[in-house]
């Protein structure tokens, strides 16, 4: 299957500073990225769809200044936590499809980024 | 919107066969997927359906029935590593997945 990375794996910061996320997608192009957090023995929640070459779609509760994605190519989304406080504390997984649209095609998820806001 | 409905927890002895259901209210969507979780880990995929009917892979069986919004997953001879969260979720028509609340596996010896 297709590999999605992210980088950071780990990132421990201060309250009121901002931490940005990378998810690369490795061996594919990703017209759509997806940007998901989780918190502990909870499901995955969808924050935001990554267009590349346009805005990101929010979901609704999703502060989109806070939030701040940037798709700038086909291989790369990026998400800052901005003024970081630690209920952002969380795990933040993004994902991606291919550019074939096709309604078997899974998703492909990278590792996920731990944040920990003190 | 879309309302998933999974049970919480699920407890079953290796070697066993475990069924976890899912069951949805939604106006449309594109498959459904089931996909495998260990803590702190991301989601890796395991079966999808687009179709009524039964999916098999390996130890693995994905079940969608559309007119009853009802799937499960199957797991056959259960090991000790099954122990897991495990999500289903509906693909949209717009590429978006929404996840279910997840069930989590305990494989005891």
């Known amino acids: 299957g297709a590999v999605v990375s992210q980088h950071p794996s780990w990132v421990i910061c201060k309250s009121g500073t901002s931490v940005k996320i990378e998810c690369r997608s490795l061996?594919?192009?990703?017209?759509?990225m997806f940007w998901y957090r989780q918190f502990p023995k909870q499901s995955l929640m969808l924050m935001a769809t990554?267009?590349?070459?346009?805005?990101?779609?929010?979901e609704q509760g999703v502060e989109k200044d806070k939030f701040l994605i940037n798709h700038a190519s086909l291989t790369l989304s990026t998400l800052t936590v901005t003024s970081a406080h630690p209920e952002d504390s969380s795990f933040y997984i993004c994902?991606?499809?291919?550019?074939?649209?096709?309604?078997?095609?899974?998703?492909?998820f990278g590792p996920g980024t731990r944040l920990l806001v003190l | 919107g879309q309302n998933i409905d999974q049970p919480t927890e699920m407890t079953a002895t290796e070697g066993a066969i475990v069924q976890i259901n899912c069951t949805y209210q939604?106006?449309?969507?594109?498959?459904l997927f089931w996909y495998q979780q260990h803590a702190g880990e991301a989601p890796t995929f395991l079966s999808y359906?687009?179709?009524?009917g039964l999916e098999e892979k390996g130890r693995f069986s994905s079940f969608l029935s559309r007119s009853k919004g009802y799937s499960y997953l199957l797991l056959k001879e259960l090991q000790m590593k099954d122990s897991a969260s495990y999500l289903c979720?509906?693909?949209?028509?717009?590429?978006?997945?929404?996840f279910g609340p997840g069930t989590r596996l305990s494989v005891l010896p």
């Open positions: 061996d594919f192009q990703a017209t759509t």
């Open positions: 979720a509906l693909k949209g028509y717009g590429q978006n997945f929404v």
């Open positions: 994902s991606a499809n291919e550019a074939a649209r096709d309604a078997r095609e899974t998703q492909y």
């Open positions: 939604t106006s449309g969507f594109n498959g």
């Open positions: 990554s267009n590349e070459g346009s805005k990101a779609t929010y």
């Open positions: 359906n687009v179709l009524d």
